[in-house]
Antibody, heavy 127, light 107 residues
């Protein structure tokens, strides 16, 4: 069973950089069948996709709405995913989730299509 | 960005009811669409991928359909554990986007 667990500070100051880690067990982040994503949800609001890392090929894509402030990286030696978000403002206050996504449209023999998410971590940006 | 518009934004229903949630994309996304269910304080749970493929372990009362710009999620015979908020999610074009959510509440 794949499990993901986010960790990091719960409170950061405006203008600082947020660093979050997602520890993955039950599956390798360099498996080419999957994409490793970060998604956030502002309090009482909907979901915003931040970006993903596709480790086979080390491809990443970020949501342009974040104005180049985001970097997603992975460490295969520890099987962890990281998110760095700089120049924080109050608008970045949200629950941050990491997720393993299949992103296919059809079942593939031997491939688990399930989407696995961490429990999420609330990050508050405030002085 | 592709805008995903869900309707209704909320629905009040009873156990045993059939409900349908619609998701419209601002441009064609083929069948690169997933549906998620979220309950308060928990992470979203994937129900459907590829517009109509049920994830393993998801009850068969859930079904998805559609292609292009219009999609539906149907729950036949609503159960108590189905109450929560449902989101559609397109993964055809960057940046990937989510619908605004449909809250399914008990009547």
């Amino acid at each position: 069973q794949v499990q993901l667990q986010e960790s990091g500070p719960g409170l950061v100051k405006p203008s600082q950089t947020l660093s979050l880690t997602c520890s993955v067990s039950g599956g390798s982040i360099d498996n080419s069948d999957y994409y490793w994503s970060w998604i956030r949800q502002s309090p009482g609001k909907g979901l915003e996709w931040i970006g993903f890392l596709y480790y086979s090929g080390s491809t990443s894509y970020y949501n342009p709405s974040l104005d180049g402030r985001v970097v997603i990286s992975g460490d295969t030696s520890t099987n962890q995913l990281s998110l760095r978000l700089s120049s924080l403002t109050a608008a970045d206050t949200a629950v941050y989730f990491c997720a393993r996504e299949f992103y296919g449209v059809e079942a593939i023999s031997g491939v688990d299509t399930a989407s696995y998410w961490g429990q999420g971590i609330l990050v508050t940006v405030s002085s | 960005d592709i805008q995903m518009t869900q309707s209704p934004s909320s629905v009040s229903a009873s156990v045993g009811d059939r409900i349908t949630i619609t998701c419209r994309a601002s441009e064609g996304i083929s069948n690169y669409l997933a549906w998620f269910q979220q309950k308060p304080g928990t992470a979203p749970k994937s129900l459907i991928f590829g517009a109509s493929n049920l994830q393993s372990g998801v009850p068969s009362r859930f079904s998805g359909s559609g292609s292009g710009t219009e999609f539906t999620l149907t729950i036949t015979s609503l159960q108590r554990e189905d109450f929560g908020t449902y989101y559609c999610h397109q993964y055809n074009s960057y940046p990937f986007t989510f619908g605004g959510g449909t809250k399914v509440e008990m009547k």
